[in-house]
């Protein structure tokens, strides 16, 4: 099993840019969700899903849109990126009542 | 709403010493886990506690659920260079945000020779 698969691993980009950061699953788990990780900040919650078709925020989703159309895939979309987002963000996935598995993160920049 | 606080911030200890995390919840918790993420890496799950007053070990780790259900402990005995990361408590959402996992800010834990 490969786990949660998060790509790109480093990312830059420029003010105003739009992009989409991928994860996907394998292990059949209904939970998924966006972390962003900043110094100090611990995990802030971006966006989170129970399952597909169905997605809800977090507490920092501003900027930022997700969809789960299949139960394996969870894009993250920056519609137009701006420094603040620079960021590490991790997908992460479970089951109810089980720990998360995250993926190996996201490093992105905006200049 | 939710909150699960997380104390200390920082931990400084010397190799061979223990340590110690606190964690607490504004609301009762089905569940507690615990996470550890080394430097440059991701969070990886530990552990996860269910009933009041639970005490799990994993070597030199043991955890604690308290008996009200609202608070945690993590204690690591005579630590190793290995243990440094951050310590992270999580705790579920219940009803509406059932689906929610709330993380504690973490504790990052340093450990000199």
């Known amino acids: 099993n490969a786990g949660v698969t998060q790509t790109p691993k480093f990312q830059v980009l420029k003010t105003g840019q739009s992009m989409t950061l991928q994860c996907a699953q394998d292990?059949?788990?209904?939970?998924m969700s966006w972390y962003r990780q900043d110094p100090g900040m611990g995990l802030r919650l971006i966006h989170y899903?129970?399952?597909?078709?169905?997605?809800d925020q977090g507490e920092v989703p501003n900027g930022y849109n997700v969809s789960r159309s299949t139960t394996e895939d969870f894009p993250l979309r920056l519609l137009s990126a701006a420094p603040s987002q620079t960021s590490v963000y991790f997908c992460?996935?479970?089951?109810?009542?089980?720990?998360?598995?995250f993926g190996s993160g996201t490093r992105l920049t905006v200049v | 709403g939710q909150q699960v606080m997380q104390i200390p911030q920082y931990q400084h200890v010397q190799e061979g010493e223990d340590f110690t995390t606190y964690c607490n919840s504004s609301?009762?918790?089905?569940?507690i886990q615990w996470y550890k993420q080394r430097p440059g890496g991701h969070p990886v799950f530990l552990i996860q506690?269910?009933?009041?007053?639970e005490v799990k070990k994993q070597k030199r780790l043991t955890f604690q659920f308290g008996e009200a259900k609202k608070n945690s402990s993590l204690h690591i005995t005579a630590t190793q260079t290995t243990d440094v990361g951050t310590y992270f408590c999580?705790?579920?959402?219940?009803?509406?945000?059932?689906?929610?996992?709330?993380f504690g800010r973490g504790t990052q834990l340093t450990v000199w020779p």
């Open positions: 992460a996935s479970r089951q109810q009542d089980y720990g998360y598995t």
């Open positions: 292990m059949n788990h209904e939970y």
């Open positions: 899903s129970v399952g597909a078709g169905i997605t």
């Open positions: 609301t009762t918790l089905s569940n």
């Open positions: 506690l269910v009933k009041s007053g």
């Open positions: 999580a705790g579920p959402g219940r009803g509406s945000t059932l689906g929610r996992l709330y």
